[in-house]
């Protein structure tokens, strides 16, 4: 069978690279890919939102599945698409997909499946927003913990934590007047600012049964110790031992389920991979937002741990059949991915540096380097992206896997190439679950 992969990612290299080992897969295509992807399937030269294009593609290549990446092609109506055409897809249609395209949706969706989340309120103007904020906390200027959100998709950013008011004016001004974000701020969503340590739970779902994944760990923040600003992510392992098995069936019971199933009842049933991106307060674990498909980059070492055969699983999950696919297998070791950027990132930077060292860091046992914004040309491999490797590696503790994966980021080097020094710092010294 032949499987299109939809995306340029990190996670679109996991995707190919572990799908390609399927027994029962032909032909892996990767649209657009990277030169990771090139050297394990066959890139296709179509832009991850042209939908017409990719469409067309799967029908001309007889592709039996299509595996989205991205949440853009979700919420633009790729799956749709793709149904109408007779092409089975793994990832949720463009309603269901607001769930991450929306989070006045989202919020909806959480107050009415009774998931733990923030207290919020959804303004369709900036002024009702100040307004509420200036009398709620008119006592308290000083103290307004607050998070201002752009209600649509602002690639990972159109989130501001706030402490004060004025910062929360500011965050509502940037979100609804000068419109930072695009039309995503045409509603703003305050929440109230939760604290806790924060994790990742990701499960699969045909829309009635659920498969959830181990859970994983993202660095959101640039720089060590989480300081600096927000990125796609600067690494994660997984499991990480802040989400112990109690814990684990807790969010299994009371916040996946019932999401899935209140998607469900309210006629936008969903499909494809749920991830819930939870801050562990000291009320218990809390949703700060759902994405519809795999995390970049906590796929990284998610897959690389996965021992079962990815390709069955995706195409059980689209076909409906998830309840018939035994339980997965993990290899039972930690696996940490170490993401590797442009200088600049998330700022501006520069492409097209010659990447050195990539065979080197082959030969460092139990690793694997996925690519994310890299191309081939006539120089050899190159930077074409501000987050460009996935430094991934496998040990049988995080200190071990850790060690490993900046073993393999030595062997390698560009022209600004950084990353952050303490990946995986958070699960040392809390007890293994
Ligand atoms: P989101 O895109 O909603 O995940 O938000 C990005 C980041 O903002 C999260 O990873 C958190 O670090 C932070 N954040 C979002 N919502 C809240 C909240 N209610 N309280 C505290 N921090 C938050
Ligand atoms: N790593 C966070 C995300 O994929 O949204």
Redesign the pocket.
């Known amino acids: 069978m032949n499987v299109l992969v939809v995306g340029s990612g990190g996670r679109e290299h996991a995707l190919v690279w572990k799908i390609s080992q399927s027994n029962r897969v032909d032909r892996v295509f990767c649209a657009p890919g990277n030169a990771g992807t090139e050297s394990e399937a066959e890139n296709v030269d179509i832009a991850a939102d042209d939908i017409p294009a990719l469409v067309e593609f799967a029908k001309q290549n007889s592709i039996a599945l299509v595996v989205v990446g991205p949440e853009k092609p979700l919420c633009d109506g790729l799956v749709d698409a793709l149904d109408q055409a007779g092409i089975r897809a793994f990832g949720p249609a463009k309603n269901a997909a607001e769930l991450e395209g929306s989070?006045a949706f989202c919020k909806n969706v959480l107050r009415r499946a009774a998931v733990p989340t923030?207290d919020f309120n959804i303004f369709q103007n900036p002024e009702d927003a100040e307004r509420f904020v200036s009398e709620r906390y008119e006592e308290t200027p000083e103290n307004v913990p607050l998070?201002v959100?752009a209600d649509g998709l602002a690639a990972?950013k159109?989130?501001i934590?706030c402490s004060n008011r004025d910062e929360v004016f500011t965050a509502i001004d940037q979100i609804g007047r000068q419109m930072q974000f695009g039309k995503a701020g045409r509603q703003i969503v305050l929440?109230?600012?939760?604290?806790g340590v924060?994790a990742s739970v990701l499960a699969i779902t045909d829309g009635k049964t659920i498969v959830t994944l181990p859970a994983a760990q993202d660095h959101?923040p640039a720089w060590d110790g989480d300081k600096g600003p927000?990125t796609g992510g600067m690494g994660a392992y997984c499991p990480t031992p802040l989400v112990d098995e109690k814990m684990f069936h807790w969010i299994e019971e009371n916040v996946l389920l019932p999401t899935v199933h209140t998607m469900k009842r309210s006629r936008t049933p969903f499909h494809g991979l749920l991830y819930a991106?939870l801050?562990v307060t000291p009320q218990g674990p809390k949703v700060?937002?759902y994405n519809v498909r795999f995390g970049d980059p906590e796929c990284q070492p998610l897959l690389f741990r996965l021992k079962s055969d990815l390709f069955e699983l995706l195409m059980a999950a689209a076909e409906g059949n998830l309840a018939d696919v035994p339980s997965l297998q993990w290899d039972e070791r930690t696996a940490v991915c170490v993401v590797m950027a442009s200088e600049g990132y998330p700022g501006a930077y520069e492409k097209g540096r010659v990447i050195r060292g990539l065979e080197e860091a082959a030969k460092v046992p139990d690793t694997k380097v996925f690519h994310a914004g890299t191309r081939r040309d006539a120089a050899g491999i190159v930077t074409a992206g501000g987050r460009v490797l996935g430094v991934t590696a496998m040990g049988n503790s995080v200190a071990n896997a850790r060690l490993q994966a900046y073993k393999a980021v030595k062997c390698i080097r560009w022209d600004g190439a950084w990353c952050r020094k303490d990946i995986g710092d958070k699960a040392l010294g809390v007890p293994s679950a």
């Open positions: 989070k923030a998070v959100k990972g159109g989130v934590v929440e109230e600012r939760l604290t924060e959101k927000n991106g801050m700060l937002e």
